[in-house]
């Protein structure tokens, strides 16, 4: 109760009282959720939380040299960033600073995020935003539809609507960087018999602002929906290639003042190429007006491989003395290339009952997935690549995961406006390494090990939808608790700076075991007990949304109580990953502002602010080398102090449209010690865009067509997004001056 009493107070006063100087976000529940597609992974209008919708309309005038994290920015609490610094290629997303990881992605009710690493890799799906119909961003810990167990958010993505009447559209888009896209869309309408279908092709490339960053990616997604009055039937399938240099190491601050697009990979084919595709089947059944009943079943698959030059490695590490004859203790320039193949299936069906004064939703997910990774020497130095025409693999471990979920969520009608939610979700995960006998990975050099979680996640919310006008609008005020778990990544229960793909290294666990064959040998070595933890979080949420004829206002608060969070330590290890591991007790408190106002016909003033307070509570972290540090009461590592977005938006005569938009991004700090020198510096950017119709000037056979231009960082700005600090600061930068020019038509 005090916890509540906190929130309301710092919240609705400290909030308010700077709502001229820090208003909030875009389009907030309140104001436009009519426009949004509800499904049933979805809240609807009698659930309100701390969520925005992005509209069909909005996506409309995306910028399309963007990957789709970079066009969430709109919303409160949300900060996007690039390898690249352009925006293309490997992006990453945040909510409340919480990384993805610890973000579920759902696409048209499907989980998004990898069984393994929690990752979702947008690089692998190019131009995905040219298929997508709206999205719904609900921050903090959400429902437990669709299985999710979102820590930081839930950002539910609903692919585009099948027409009733035939049509198409294509883009031309060039711009800074090297940047080009090519899109051709069309869609057939209702044919005989009630079916329906749509195919896009996507091309696109980028040289990418920093050096040695380029992007390469084609798309294709196909859509069949067949409907009568009682069933629904859709096939989805999408699917491309990516291929994307490196770019994800983050750059010493003294290079960076020498030049800031440097790279420290230097090796001309450090590449990543990967395929990912996707097969979705939904079916929904109208069983009657109060019963549907929906299945999805999906298929997601992916292959692909990475390659790095790496001077003076260990010939032991990959196998070359076995292979070439080296001393095992020499070492040699390498060039190698990792491989992962991976193959996620799944089904997520639920039970739907209107009950008059309420509706249950009853159902769960089940998955299992499986994972080969695997890694190849293509050259070393002193050898030809004749000595290479067999693949020398030097490593290889599988990953295996099994899940299943059970949620009902149950919302009642009190009366008076009133309505109450509860929501319970349990669910049971398995996950098995194991590393192959191949190379020097032999005996006790080889490790294995099955860890098993279950969780119960309980949540429950009450939503009041005020009765008459409040002050000329409409006013609803929610409050919420929910309890969410997440299990560690699969190399967060590895060695902290290495891992499985490493000789001689240890997974994090406590306790071990050898395997031993018929005779007597060691064939393997099993763990158990990791070291490392479930996070657990309780999450108190409440807030207000009001809305007259032309203004709309979201006010939200959150107070989220961590036991072993997993937190960034500082540093990365050999491939790029932040270096994670368990904290004590953790806080992260904020509060997040969404307004909207009509400010004359045709032009809108909207904005999305949040402020945060995220800390370690008790945290006593023991470093490698022995040393023992104190940092309850420091900041937690890249999670920035506020975000601030403002945009006006102008509807002119004659087709003509216009927007401004100022962005201010506050501190992050690089490590947990505290230190004011170890941080990004906060940064602000200004951007125009301009969008005109021909067609409405008059000009004849010109309906349809729009062309735009992208004006970003018009200042510019120096500024960072991401980094570490490894014995000085590391940091990622972003673009300087940029812009993005485009043509569409609609036929």
Known sequence: MRTIIFLLVAVLGGALSS??????????????????????????????????????????LREPDLELPMLLQSVPGVFSYSDAGSGLGYTYLRVRGFDQRRVG???????????????????????????????????????????MTAIGGTVNIVSAALTERPGGSFSLNTGSYGFSRQMVEYQTGELEGGFRSQVRLSRQESDGYRQRSGHEGWGIFWSGQHATGKMTTRINVYTGRELTHHAWDAVPQSMLDQDRTANLETYHNAVDDFRQPHYELHNTIYLSEAWT??????????????????????????????????????????????????????WVPSLRWEQGRGRLLVGGDWYTFHSDHWGEVLWAEGFTPADFTTPLKYHEYTGDKDAWSLYANQRVELGGGVSATLDL?????????????????????RNA???DWDFFNPKGALNWAVPGAVAGGSLQTWAGIGRNHREPTDNELFDTWQGGDDLGVSPLFRNRREVTGPGGE?????????????????????????????????VGGYWMDF?????????????????????????????????????????????????????FDEFVFHDWDGSVYDYSGNPIALFPAHLLQAAWEGQWDRGVRTRVRVRNTGRQHLDNSGDEARTIDPWTTVDLSLWLEPGALGLPGLDGVAAFVHLRNLADAEYETWGYWYGENYLTPAAGRNFVVGLDYDF
């Open 19 to 60: 709502l001229a100087l820090e208003p909030a976000p875009a389009d907030t529940a309140v104001a436009r959720l009519d426009s949004v597609t509800v499904t049933a992974s979805r809240y609807d209008r009698g659930a309100l939380v701390n969520l925005t919708n992005i509209t069909a309309a909005e996506l409309k």
């Open 425 to 445: 979700h349990f669910q049971h995960k398995s996950y098995s390494f194991m590393q192959n006998e191949v190379g020097n990975f032999t005996g006790d050099l």
């Open 522 to 554: 060691v064939q393997y070595v099993e763990w158990s007990d990791p070291y490392v933890s479930e996070e657990e979080v309780t999450d108190y949420e409440v807030g207000f949304a009001w809305a007259s004829d032309g203004v709309s206002l979201t």
């Open 449 to 451: 090990y099955t860890v």
């Open 293 to 346: 009943l929906t299945n999805r079943l999906y298929s997601i698959q992916g292959e692909g491989f990475y390659e790095n030059y790496k001077d003076d490695q260990e010939a032991s590490a990959y196998a070359l003395d076995r292979a070439l004859g080296l001393d095992p203790a020499d070492t040699a320039d390498v060039i190698r290339r990792k491989w992962v193949r991976k193959d996620h299936v799944g």
């Open 105 to 147: 992605v759902l696409f048209n009710g499907i989980p998004f995020n990898d069984p393994e690493d929690h990752q979702v890799w947008w690089v692998d799906l190019p131009d995905l935003a040219a298929s997508i119909q709206d999205i719904q961003v609900q921050r903090g810990v959400t429902n437990s539809i669709g299985g």
């Open 563 to 615: 036991t072993d969070e997993i937190v960034p330590y500082g540093g990365v290890n050999d491939d790029g990953s932040s270096i994670r591991g368990n904290a004590g007790t953790t806080l992260h408190r904020g509060f997040e502002l969404g307004a909207r106002v009509r400010v004359a016909a045709g032009h809108e003033l909207s904005v999305a602010a949040s402020r945060s307070w995220d800390e």
